[in-house]
């Protein structure tokens, strides 16, 4: 029997999606915002306690002191969801100790819906339905970590989106969930019996894909250009306005309600653990946001180490190939990620993909699905275009190397390019951005990646563009050479 | 590409006497915007966004009355300005197509959809009609990929856009006023 075969799902209600109908829990269709009234009732089809409500945020904050609550998440391995997987918990423990009185001075939370990854459209399910549920998690987060004023950076292209966030910090001001007095009406928290205000400000982007790197994003807020910073000085010792700061996905901060709620042994019994020694587990579901050529495209809650071969194919999810077309590849996960070839479909959905089959990781999580007949040139060349046109500028490698990619991508497709463009177009996208580093972020590896794994699975494709380079011997030597 | 800048050398600004960050819209954002950062440069961007939304567009002088309100030097107003792509540094269209490029939109048929936008429009992508009523753009990911191929029309997401329901679209959007983001 096939590992995909023998799979089942173990958490079988929805976590992050319990107010937004998801298949196979729910129809898309009856989908609506959750505001600040429904979001204080317990959902009708939990089958987790009832989560939420800000009613977590209550039980966080009364019974537990903020070490205790990173300690928790820490135990909880939360794993980034915005695409590097770094655990959330020891992310938050790295922020400077607080001083003697208890605080730790000025310091920020920065939520990342900065979604630009083409092929990912996972947190704007969350935005548009669920707001709160990110809001309590903000407010769970900015306790744990003794923050006072939390910026919600949301990129530009969602204008709906910003206005029901905006909607919903006002309904949490209104009713006094946020504000001066302290959370939830200035309840007295265990962290010396006083209540700990919070402060949260939508933050627009403008249209930057380098913004949703996390000292792009600072920089953003600090009214810059979205130019990612040298490391170190980390953004937790130094981040905006040269204060201690934390950047969390909006999904992250998601699952921290019911982790807090629940318990981190209960999510620890969710997802997967690590097929490597000592690596950190992926435990927890994922919001996967399917696109592409599938019968029905849409984000999905799954445990992490689905298959994504269950994930295209069961009728609980994408219920198979569009046309009934044979799976040629997917991007693993936003397009940074690279590709996953045609015989990769049983690749486990998890924060170990990266090691097992070839691409850079699972990033967000959200495949984008290619049938037989689609041209991996073209992939590539678009790819290439996107990084070459949101390239920052900043540091020569990427800001040439992707223009140069895009050309020679381009002259490929159109049959014009010869063999040893092929291996032009290999040498420039292993030689900018990766270890040991010649950019300062990321943004080079993902353009590198992917361009290298399409060319790597899919050689033939290539190759069947190009003109020969006849090299010819032992002529043309001599006085007569030209 | 964010990183081109055009040479500014000896260009002249056009003025106009009365200014575009008005006194109300200064009032305004002292009250609500400046609070929430801890520098006044913080609130760059939204300012820019306030102006924005008011004009449609952000000409030379209104950069200039921004840098002097925030205290910012003029060119770096210009720099970081011209860096976000949303805000247009030249006018545009009293309504903006934008039609997505990025890889889900490419591979389920999005030239069909700007092909039928170039066509009921009369321009090129990145032209505006003589009439100054559309501006087509073209986008990298507008994060809709599972309604592939997807479309802004203003600040409304069309997805599953066919050519049919993109024409539909553009003839609702002329019948309303302006939507300046």
Not at chain 1, 64 to 88: I, N, Q, S, W
Not at chain 1, 103 to 111: K, N, V
Not at chain 1, 273 to 287: E, I, Q, R, V
């Amino acid at each position: 029997m096939s590992p995909t075969a023998s799979w089942t799902a173990k958490t079988t209600y929805p976590v992050l999606t319990r107010r937004i109908p998801c298949w196979p829990h729910g129809n898309p269709k009856d989908r609506h915002t959750v505001w600040l009234d429904e979001y204080l009732r317990p959902p009708a089809n939990t089958g987790a306690g009832t989560l939420g409500g800000y009613e977590s945020l209550r039980k966080t904050i009364t019974t537990m002191t903020p070490d205790e609550v990173v300690e928790h998440v820490k135990k909880a391995v939360l794993r980034g969801r915005g695409g590097a997987g770094f655990p959330a918990g020891m992310k938050w423990s790295f922020l400077p100790k607080p001083d003697a009185n208890g605080d730790g001075g000025q310091r920020y939370l920065a939520i990342n819906a900065d979604e630009s990854e083409p092929a990912s459209f996972k947190d704007r399910l969350l935005m548009d339905f669920d707001p709160h549920s990110v809001l309590e998690g903000i407010a769970i987060a900015c306790y744990a970590c003794r923050i006072q004023t939390a910026y919600f950076y949301i990129r530009g292209e969602y204008h709906h989106q910003a206005k029901v966030m905006e909607k919903a910090i006002r309904e949490c001001y209104e009713r006094g969930i946020f504000g001066k007095q302290g959370l939830l009406q200035g309840t007295r928290t265990k962290n010396r019996d006083q209540a700990w205000g919070l402060d949260v400000h939508l933050h627009r982007g403008a249209g930057a894909y380098i913004c949703g790197e996390e000292t792009g994003l600072l920089e953003s807020i600090e009214g810059k250009r979205g130019w990612p910073r040298n490391k170190p000085p980390f953004p937790a010792i130094k981040g905006l306005f040269a204060r201690p700061t934390i950047i969390n996905n909006v999904e992250t901060l998601a699952h921290v309600p019911s982790i807090m709620e629940m318990g981190w042994e209960w999510f620890s019994k969710q997802g997967c653990d690590s097929t490597f020694a000592g690596a950190p587990a992926s435990w927890g579901t994922k919001l996967m946001g399917v696109s592409g050529h599938v019968n029905r495209p849409g984000v999905y809650e799954c445990d992490l180490g689905i298959p994504l071969r269950v994930l295209i194919e069961s009728k609980d999810y994408c219920n198979g190939m569009r046309n009934g077309k044979k799976f040629k590849g997917a991007i693993a996960g936003g397009i940074s990620m690279g590709v996953l070839g045609p015989d990769q479909m049983d690749a486990e959905m998890d924060f170990d993909i990266g090691r097992k089959y070839n691409v850079l990781g699972l990033g967000t999580a959200c495949p984008t699905v290619f049938d037989e007949d689609t041209d991996m040139v073209a992939v590539a060349r678009n790819i290439a275009r996107f990084y070459k046109h949101e390239s920052c500028g900043q540091c020569t490698p990427c800001r040439e190397g992707s223009g140069w990619l895009y050309q020679l991508l381009t002259r490929i497709e159109s049959g014009a390019a010869k063999t040893k463009d092929l291996d032009l177009a290999l040498e420039i996208a292993t030689s900018m951005g990766t270890m040991p580093g010649t950019t300062i972020c990321g943004l080079a590896d993902g353009n590198n990646w992917a361009v290298r794994t399409i060319m790597n699975k899919y050689p033939q494709e290539f190759e069947a563009r190009v003109k020969r380079t006849f090299v010819p011997v032992g002529i043309s030597v001599g006085a007569g050479a030209k | 590409m964010a990183w081109i800048v055009k040479n500014s050398a000896g260009m002249k600004i056009p003025r106009r006497a009365e200014p575009y960050l008005t006194a109300a819209l200064k009032e305004q954002l002292t009250r609500e915007i400046l609070p929430r950062y801890e520098q006044k440069r913080g609130a760059l961007l939204p300012t820019l966004h306030a102006v924005q939304h008011e004009w449609g567009w952000l000409p030379w002088q209104a950069l200039e009355e921004v840098g002097a309100f925030l205290d910012v030097n003029p060119a770096e107003v210009w720099d970081t300005a011209s860096f976000y792509e949303e805000f247009w540094l030249q006018p545009k269209g009293a309504h903006v197509v934008a039609v997505c490029r990025s890889i889900a939109c490419e591979v389920c048929d999005h030239a069909s959809i700007t092909a039928a936008c170039k066509s009921k429009l009369g321009i090129e992508v990145g032209q505006t009609t003589d009439d100054g009523k559309f501006t087509l753009v073209e986008l990298e990911c507008l994060g809709l990929c599972e309604g592939a191929p997807a479309c802004l029309v203003d600040e409304t997401m069309h997805l599953n856009a066919t050519p049919e329901s993109i024409t539909k679209a553009i003839d609702e959007a002329r019948s309303t006023q302006g939507g300046h983001h």
